[in-house]
């Protein structure tokens, strides 16, 4: 049996989350539910100030385990931030809050997400410049106006796709945007490029599978280039498989000088509510593609 990695030290702080603006346009039910990438951004933040010697250019086995909603007038939320450290020297981070069982009154706490980081990250290879710019087979377009009018329907703050979105059976190919500097700087950059390469799987996925999805894991996350408020970026979703209920992409974004910023590998999108009707995007174009 293969040896896991011991813990040597577990730490729990109380972390107030503290709900700007810009995350009232991010809600899914009628609830505004806390983004994926604004986790990653809040335990990154948390961690390196408990841990300055992690690396944030490289983030493993990234869980999203259950959504945080938030009612709509919502200014902070108590959570708890856990840091397990490794004797291998890798460090978890864990964002919990707790809840009050209606049963029997007693207060567990609920795990809401998890990652890794490492003091030594890993060399990862990066695809060929030339095979980010494109995508074989039958392409069709998808308007960014349609995308957040019926697609994937949330605020001015998270609608950061900025041109049509081509695909095709291998996957997606847009502009996005690093969006406006509404949001507290970060480690890992704005999120707005990679919450917008969700909403292109997401697209995808509604398109292509019927299914209507949203992030739950990923499984690597390399910074290269921390993106920026403001710039555009070109995202490429690559569909890698689907397994019962799950999609999973990989996902590159350049940026305006044509270098790779980040990739996100082995993203999970998982179903979370039934397709009603399949979208009616327009006719498919014979061909390839490239996006300028």
Known sequence: MENLPKIIDETQWPLEIK???PLRDHTFQGRIVLPAVETMQLLAHATKSRVPDIHTSLIQDIRFTKFLFMDADTKTVDAVHEVRVFDDGTVRSRLLTTFKSKKNSITRPQEHAQLLWTRNPETTPLPPYDSLLGLEGIGLEVPAQKIYQDLVPFGPAYQNITSPLLMTGEGGLCSVSGGVDTLPAGPLGSPF???ASFHAASVWGQHFMGLITFPVAIKKRLILQPTVFGKTYLCKTIFIKKESDS?????WIL?????ICEGALGVQMKKVAPL?????????????????
């Open 19 to 21: 709900i700007h603006d």
């Open 193 to 195: 490029p990679l919450d």
């Open 247 to 251: 999609l999973f992409f990989d996902i």
């Open 255 to 259: 940026g305006p000088d044509g270098n």
């Open 276 to 292: 009603d009707s399949q979208p009616q995007p327009p006719m498919p174009q014979e061909g390839k593609k490239d996006l300028e």
